[in-house]
C-alpha cells in the first residue's frame, strides 16, 4: 500500500474496493501519519475508517446516493490534500472532509 493506492481508490471510488481494502488504506494512512509527523493522513485514516465501519456496520452495504456523495467529497478533497505543500491547509482539509463524510453516513 501507498500514496498511489490512496489515488487509486479516489479515481476509481470506494465501491470499487472490498470494505478490506478500506481498511488496510486507513491502516497504511496511520502508519504513514505516524511516522511523517503530517496529521492530514491520520485524519485521512479517519476518514476511511469510518466508512469502513459505515460499510461493515450495514452488511457490507451503503446506500448508493450515499456511496456517490462520499465518493464526490473524497475526490474534491483528496487530491488537493495529498498535493499541497502546506501542511497546516491539508490539515485542515483533511478535517473538513472526514467531517462531511461524517455527516453524510449519519444521514443514511
Known sequence: MDISDIERLV???????PP???SEAASWLTDFGNA?????????ASTLSMIYAAFEDNGG?????????????????????LSTGDIAFASSKAQQLRDAVALLIQQT
Open 11 to 17: 479515481e476509481s471510488g470506494i465501491a470499487a474496493f
Open 20 to 22: 478490506s481494502q478500506l
Open 36 to 44: 511523517s509527523g503530517e496529521a492530514r493522513y491520520l485524519t485521512l
Open 61 to 81: 452495504q451503503m446506500f448508493t446516493d450515499t456511496v456517490e456523495a462520499v465518493d464526490a467529497e473524497l475526490k474534491e478533497a483528496i487530491p488537493t490534500i
